[in-house]
T-cell receptor
Framework: GAGVSQTPSNKVTEKGKYVELRCDPI?????LYWYRQSLGQGPEFLIY????????DSGLPNDRFFAVRPEGSVSTLKIQRTERGDSAVYLC????????????FGSGTRLTVV | SQQGEEDPQALSIQEGENATMNCSYK?????LQWYRQNSGRGLVHLIL?????REKHSGRLRVTLDTSKKSSSLLITASRAADTASYFC?????????????FGRGTSLIVHP
């Protein structure tokens, strides 16, 4: 696609529920990143994929968070047993060659846990 | 902890004035990037400067990098109301060698018409 697409744009869920957030990167971009951004803060790194594999998942806050990228394109961030503290904007970015080019971000998914 | 920190946290200027934002970081980098964010949603890549570069221009944007001081600055000349946004610097430092952009808290810029 022309840009990074994230769906849904907004998600409201009840505490304790399971949610999935989807990211469709730019075609051909092998590097994919998930970030979480709280109000007034900068994006906080969650996980990085190179192709199908998670190259670095050190930013995932706990085992309720999991992400997959089974075919090396679309990625899904999964959050189990959501908590109110999970409320944030979840951003996805992709890149062709991380060292030489910038990263293209999607518009994010605003997750609200009530 | 965040690798890059922007300064000031907030900046308010009149249209036509120049806006300067600074970024300091802690460890060695391969490159440093500046992004703009409107209304707390997607970030837009503005400019990338490599560690062996000292200055880079793109339109009304000028970025400098001083690796000895571990700092960078973003200058927006002749600002417009449409430049109102949050601006973030990102360095690609990450333990283990992965190229993962790490962001600061950003500078909130308001340009008054």
């Amino acid at each position: 696609g022309a840009g990074v697409s994230q769906t849904p744009s907004n998600k409201v869920t009840e505490k304790g529920k399971y949610v999935e957030l989807r990211c469709d990167p730019i075609s051909g971009h092998t590097a994919l990143y998930w970030y979480r951004q709280s109000l007034g803060q900068g994006p906080e790194f969650l996980i990085y994929f190179q192709g199908t594999g998670a190259a670095d998942d050190s930013g995932l806050p706990n085992d309720r968070f999991f992400a997959v990228r089974p075919e090396g394109s679309v990625s899904t961030l999964k959050i189990q047993r959501t908590e109110r503290g999970d409320s944030a904007v979840y951003l996805c970015a992709s890149s062709l060659t991380p060292r030489d080019y910038g990263y293209t971000f999607g518009s994010g998914t605003r997750l609200t846990v009530v | 902890s965040q690798q890059g920190e922007e300064d000031p946290q907030a900046l308010s200027i009149q249209e036509g004035e120049n806006a300067t934002m600074n970024c300091s970081y802690k460890t060695s980098i391969n490159n440093l990037q500046w992004y703009r964010q409107n209304s707390g949603r997607g970030l837009v890549h503005l400019i990338l400067i490599r560690s062996n570069e000292r200055e880079k221009h793109s339109g009304r944007l000028r970025v400098t990098l001083d690796t000895s001081k571990k700092s960078s600055s973003l200058l927006i000349t002749a600002s417009r109301a449409a430049d109102t946004a949050s601006y973030f610097c990102a360095t690609d430092w990450k333990p283990g060698g992965s190229y993962i952009p790490t962001f600061g808290r950003g500078t909130s810029l308001i340009v008054h018409p």
